[in-house]
């Protein structure tokens, strides 16, 4: 009974850490991003805007085709990296979701200051489906900087 006993406990040990260990495997998720105008990105960085009403009030509705539409079934979170010594492009920028969070990443230069000039920063949105993601009120975003 012992031998038993001791085989059933290894076995369910097993599966307790197969199952921790499957669960703490936490699937990330890319979401799209695109480049906004400079003047409505500066003034509205780290908002969220997810209605029509919204977008129309800062000027984000000229950047969509049927807006009503596209409001109605995403979110956008304004943003910006870059900016100084270095400018940023969209192809430089992954956008991670990963449980509640999304992280902003961009590898800034690890080279010296240019001597001459300044860079505009990168402002973008990220859009986030609604449909897809509902519980997306409730998404903290983090900068690459941020610990």
């Not at 085989?7 to 369910?12: A, Q």
């Not at 599966?15 to 105008?37: F, N, R, Y």
């Not at 409001?71 to 979170?77: F, L, T």
């Amino acid at each position: 009974m012992s031998s038993f006993l001791k085989r059933t406990t290894n076995i369910n040990l097993i599966v307790i850490l197969l199952t921790i260990t499957i669960s703490s495997a936490q699937e990330k998720i890319i979401l799209p991003i695109k480049e906004t105008d400079f003047k409505i990105g500066r003034e509205n960085r780290n908002k969220l805007i997810d209605t029509y009403e919204d977008a129309l009030k800062i000027g984000l509705d000229k950047e969509t085709k049927n807006p009503k539409i596209f409001y109605k079934n995403n979110a956008v979170y304004l943003f910006d990296v870059g900016g100084g010594c270095f400018g940023a492009v969209s192809s430089e920028i992954s956008i991670e979701l990963c449980d509640n969070l999304v992280s902003i990443n961009w590898i800034e230069p690890q080279e010296p200051c240019p001597e001459v000039g300044e860079e505009m920063a990168y402002y973008g949105k990220i859009i986030i489906s609604k449909k897809e993601f509902p519980n997306y009120r409730r998404f903290k975003f983090k900068y690459y900087w941020e610990d």
